[in-house]
Structure formats: C-alpha cells, structure tokens
C-alpha cells in the first residue's frame, strides 16, 4: 500500500512533467511554428517547476522508504505508517506548488525587450530570466535556494540514505541475503540515477542551448520520465 502511494504519485508527476512540455513541441513542429504566447510561457514555466520539483522530493521521501525498510526492517510499520506517508507526499506537494507559485509571480513583475528569443524546445527559466530588461536579483536569489533546497538537500537525503543501505547490506553474511535486500532498492536506484545524470547534464552544462544540452534535455523532459514506469513494472 505504501509502495502504492508513492508511485502513483511519481507516476502522476512523470506523467504532467512530460506533457508540459512535449505536446507543444509537437505542435510546433507540425505547423512549423516556434511561437509561444506569454501567458502559456509562463504558464508551462509554472507546472514545469512544480512536476519537475515533485519528482526530486518524491525520490528523497522513497530513497527513506527503502533506508528504513533495509535498515530499521522490524520499526518499518510504525515509522512508514500510512498516515506519516501521506503526510510526506502532501509536503512534497507543497513545497513544489509554493515555489512555482512564488517563482512565476516574481517573473510576472519583470518587464522584457522587444525580441524575446528563448534557444530552447520549452519555455526554461533560467533562459527567460536572461532575456528580462529589468532587475532580476530577487529571482536569481530565489532560484539559489531552491536549487539548494529542491537540488542539493534532497540528492544529499538519498546519498546518506544509500550509503547507510549499502553499509547494512554489506553485513548480511549470506549472498542470497545480500540480493534480496538490494533487489528491493535496486528500481529506486536505477530511477534516481537517471533523473539526477540527465539533470545535472541539463543544468551543469556550460551552454544549454547547444545540440548536447538540447540532448540532455530531452533525456531528462521526456526519456527519463518515460522509463521509469518500465523500471518499476519489471521490478513489480
């Protein structure tokens, strides 16, 4: 049941991250138009930052899951009961909404020039904040935070959360016993991998509007998300 929480969650999330962004590339590409109006602009920023935030905070909350089912096996139904679930993905929920809301409201107040060119296949903040003519402090400072709060507390939550699995696995003296219990991380693993290596591709990179960043983009807009529910299916 639990298991069943979180992935209808990551699964809706997936599922809104990818159609933000690809069905209005398809359009473009059918009428051979690479126009966006303001409003949708903003608006595809919007759920962008909120599906995109949701799947980091959902893969934190599910990389605990595993951390206190490995390692804490006989505390897992009083620390994981469903209540504490639900209360975990309803945060994640809104953390994700807060941000986007307080970020596109900030963009809202900003004025831009004439010639609005965003060199990319969707509408990417950090693209849209170079184009304004106006002061752009407040937002860049925001997006610092959330980076940190949405990128680097997460990443760190599942890294100490895998590092305590591998170390408690690592004790099982028996082999059979060291499979079963990676086994059951091993599709949690395998998603955040990709979400994290695409991620850092698109973000990392020196000039995301080159062929490569455009590249990763799509890896991390519409592969990566299109994956996971394979992952978990074989795992199931």
Known sequence: ILQCIFLSNLSFADISFTSTTIPKMLVNIQTQSKSISYAGCITQMYFFMVFGGMDTCLL????????????????YPVIMNPHFCVLLVLMSWFISLTYSLIQSLLMLRLSFCTKWVISHFYCELAQALTLACSDTLINYILLYMVIGILGIVPFSGILFSYIRIVSSILRIPSADGKYKAFSTCASHLSVVSLFYVTGLGVYVSSDASSWRGMIASVMYTLVTPMLNPIIYSLRN
């Open 60 to 75: 934190a909350v599910m990389a605990y899951d595993r951390f206190v089912a490995i390692c804490h096996p006989l505390y």
